[in-house]
């Protein structure tokens, strides 16, 4: 039982590169959130989805995009990055709005 | 704007105490409150929720303590172990249109319990 998977674990890319996160889960959730962490800030929400097909901006969705072409997935994807996006990245899943939020063991990203 | 305030951002106790983290809201339409236990190089994990039709809620060690009038709520941990010591998220989520979910993050609480 995987639950949440994140692929990769860690990166560091350079200045304007670009790379997609992957997330998977196994748990037929309907909901998918991808957050970054950073000291001090807590958790903050980039994008969602509620279902296959769907996505939605979250609080901080500048720099980002997201994809979620099958239910069991969602990926997050950066087109340049910017060492302001250094973080820690996590995917999660919930079977419902506002209940137990999975979430997988997060990407750390360095971008120099 | 952080629409929810944690407090304190770090905390030592020793192996028994009871270790208290406060979090405060001002969104009146908030109606789901987890705390979440994140343990270092793991994702974060829920550990116990409440919702505002209740006062107080108790898992094993854990205790949410929920005061609506004053938009506060605040986990209590008995009899802590050395094994809880993590960060610890407050949460707090409300419905937006279209059935959305949105919930906010407080900054987190860094528990140390030492032997």
């Known amino acids: 039982n995987a639950g949440v998977t994140q692929t990769p674990k860690f990166r560091v890319l350079k200045t304007g590169q670009s790379m997609t996160l992957l997330c998977a889960q196994d748990m037929n959730h309907e909901y998918m959130y991808w957050y970054r962490q950073d000291p001090g800030m807590g958790l903050r929400l980039i994008h969602y989805?509620?279902?296959?097909?769907?996505?939605a901006k979250g609080e901080v969705p500048d720099g980002y995009n997201v994809s979620r072409l099958k239910k069991q997935n969602f990926l997050l994807g950066l087109e340049s990055a910017a060492p302001s996006q250094t973080s820690v990245y996590f995917c999660?899943?919930?079977?419902?709005?506002?209940?137990?939020?999975?979430f997988g063991q997060g990407t750390r990203l360095t971008v120099v | 704007q952080q629409q929810v305030k944690q407090s304190p951002q770090s905390l030592i106790v020793q192996k028994g105490g009871i270790p208290i983290i406060n979090c405060a809201y001002e969104?009146?339409?908030?109606?789901?409150f987890p705390w979440y236990q994140q343990f270092p190089g793991k994702g974060p994990a829920l550990l116990i929720a409440?919702?505002?039709?209740?006062s107080e809620k108790k898992e094993g060690r854990f205790t949410i303590s929920f005061n609506k009038s004053a938009k506060q709520f605040s986990l209590h941990i008995m009899d802590s172990q050395p094994g809880d010591s993590a960060t610890y998220f407050c949460?707090?989520?409300?419905?937006?249109?279209?059935?959305?979910?949105?919930?906010?993050f407080g900054t987190g609480t860094k528990l140390q319990v030492i032997p």
């Open positions: 409440i919702r505002p039709d209740v």
């Open positions: 949460a707090a989520g409300a419905g937006e249109s279209g059935g959305y979910q949105k919930v906010t």
């Open positions: 969104n009146t339409a908030f109606d789901y």
């Open positions: 999660a899943s919930s079977y419902l709005p506002r209940i137990e939020a999975f």
């Open positions: 989805s509620v279902g296959e097909g769907t996505t």
